[in-house]
């Protein structure tokens, strides 16, 4: 208990303090978001009325406690391009850029481990060795490349799906869901390869270790040692990998939402940041902050549960 305590402590310091660096991050970056919109031939008084309309005209502090106190209520404030409060905007696109986060991630757990356990069971010979090269390729392409080759492939050529157009996930959902699948993929392929080399590594130094060796002289199966009792001891370092990954997800999903066409958290914060919509930006960062950190958190919480010494030491 004391060891989940230290870490939601921790996750909530982190969060403020990622959530005070992105806000203050645009007061110090060059450029005004009132002269953005009035334009350079804007007159000094209109410029100052304006940022007094928006509130900068206050200070850092007073601004940032606002906004924190709106973010744990729910508001987020409101977007300079779009006059519309930035709650109702991004709320439809976080449902999609979660939904693309959640099949990439199944579709990581779903290929990855029964490769890597499979790469385990192999030991040398060419079936190997074209493994891991063809595991090196995978994980050299980029997602964007793969997913222009996707859309070519099955939206120009097979026509599943219409390149540049992103249903509306209400009332075209599978449409909507074959986009995000083939998205989904491009920022798989990588992290799944990635995924196979971590996991292949840590069941091979496992599997040399001595209560593995006493295991099978005893008589017992191979195949269920490896799956009972060094699969688990492996996945303490393989959880925490796939958290890191939970990162490497949302940078990749920014860019692969505009090769899809995808109305995600990655196309608005892109497009926000062009328009120095700063409380857009703001509210999206943070946002994608807490995903990253909350995947760490939970990532820690669960390797306590699996390995008893990490439990121990942490409620010392």
Same mark, same amino acid.
């Given at each position: 208990m004391k060891y989940a305590a230290r870490r939601i402590a921790s996750f909530?310091?982190?969060?403020?303090? =990622?959530?005070?660096?992105?806000?203050?991050?645009?007061? #110090?970056? +060059?450029?005004?978001?009132?002269?953005?919109?009035?334009g350079t031939e804007a007159t000094p008084e209109a410029i100052a009325a304006l940022r007094t309309e928006m509130g900068l005209d206050r200070p850092l502090g007073v601004r940032y406690g606002e906004?924190?106190?709106?973010?744990?209520?729910?508001? !987020?404030?409101? +977007?300079? #391009?779009?006059?519309?409060? =930035?709650?109702?905007?991004?709320?439809?696109?976080? +449902? =999609?850029?979660?939904?693309?986060?959640?099949?990439?991630?199944?579709?990581?757990?779903?290929?990855?481990? @029964?490769?890597?356990? +499979?790469? /385990?069971?192999?030991?040398?010979?060419?079936?190997?060795?074209?493994?891991?090269?063809?595991?090196q390729f995978c994980m050299a392409v980029p997602p964007f490349?793969?997913?222009?080759?996707?859309?070519? !492939?099955?939206?120009?050529?097979l026509k599943w799906f219409m390149p540049g157009v992103f249903p509306d996930?209400?009332?075209?959902? @599978?449409?909507a869901m074959?986009?995000?699948? *083939?998205? $989904? %993929? /491009?920022?798989?392929?990588?992290? %799944?390869?990635?995924?196979v080399r971590m996991l292949k590594s840590t069941i091979q130094s496992e599997m040399r270790k001595s209560y593995v060796r006493t295991a099978i002289s005893r008589g017992n199966d191979r195949s269920a040692v490896l799956r009972v009792h060094v699969l688990k001891n492996s996945l303490v370092p393989v959880i925490t990998f796939l958290a890191q990954t939970m $990162?490497?997800? #949302?940078?990749?999903? %920014?860019? #692969?939402?505009?090769? *899809?066409?995808?109305?995600?958290l990655g196309r608005m914060l892109v497009s926000s940041i062009s328009n120095r919509d700063y409380p857009m930006v703001q509210a999206i960062v943070v946002i994608l902050a807490l995903w990253v950190v909350l995947s760490g958190t939970v990532a820690d919480l669960v390797n306590q549960r699996i390995d008893p010494r990490l439990r121990l030491g942490g409620d010392r």
């Open positions: 909530l310091l982190t969060m403020v303090i =990622v959530s005070f660096l992105a806000f203050m991050a645009f007061d #110090v970056i +060059s450029g005004d978001p009132a002269t953005a919109l009035l906004w924190l106190l709106g973010f744990f209520t729910g508001d !987020l404030g409101t +977007s300079y #391009v779009y006059h519309q409060s =930035v709650s109702e905007i991004i709320a439809p696109k976080i +449902s =999609v850029t979660l939904l693309l986060s959640f099949v990439s991630f199944l579709l990581i757990l779903l290929i990855s481990i @029964p490769l890597g356990l +499979s790469a /385990a069971k192999r030991s040398g010979g060419a079936l190997e060795a074209a493994g891991t090269a063809f595991n490349f793969t997913g222009m080759l996707l859309s070519y !492939l099955f939206g120009v050529i996930l209400s009332t075209d959902f @599978p449409g074959r986009h995000i699948f *083939f998205a $989904a %993929i /491009a920022i798989a392929v990588p992290r %799944i390869a990635m995924t $990162a490497e997800i #949302v940078a990749g999903g %920014i860019v #692969v939402e505009q090769v *899809f066409a995808i109305p995600g």
